[in-house]
């Protein structure tokens, strides 16, 4: 299921992509919505970012990857796995929609690609082991 949050005709709506349409929904996408019988085509709506932050908390060096990229542009050699994912903010800004173009600041010059995903699972959850989390 593709839940996205769109514009259509000025107003921001949460909806259910089936082919080319939006479905819209009513309820909350966190915990129980239902679909309605208002459509809209594809095609005809801005697709957005899935939410609206205030700030955007990302977790560093969480990936053996990540560390070893790292360590190669500081020239370590001996690169060790933090205790902990070494936290760092993005701009609010830095979230964009669906073909919305990435404007880099004209004084950048290491700027690279960084590709995330989420997942919203539908419980709250604090502390859930492998074995809770089928």
């Not at 932050?53 to 060096?61: H, M, Q």
């Not at 990857?65 to 542009?73: G, I, K, M, R, Y």
């Not at 800004?93 to 997942?119: F, K, M, R």
Request: hydrophobic share 35%; with cysteine; glycine share 8%.
């Amino acid at each position: 299921m593709k839940i996205a949050r769109f514009r259509s005709n000025g107003r921001i709506a949460f909806g259910v992509v089936q082919g080319d349409e939006v479905v819209e929904i009513r309820g909350s996408i966190f915990t129980r919505f239902r679909l309605t019988d208002t459509k809209h085509p594809l095609q005809e709506v801005k697709l957005l970012p899935p939410t609206e932050p205030s700030e955007i908390w990302c977790p560093g060096l969480n990936f053996a990857n990540h560390l070893e990229f790292a360590a190669s542009v500081l020239g370590d050699e001996n690169p060790t796995v933090p205790q902990h994912p070494d936290p760092w903010i993005k701009a609010r800004g830095s979230l964009t929609g669906t073909g919305e173009p990435i404007i880099l600041p004209s004084d950048s010059t290491d700027v690279h690609y960084e590709g995330e995903a989420v997942a919203v699972i539908g419980k709250i959850c604090h502390r859930v082991t492998p074995q809770e989390a089928p």
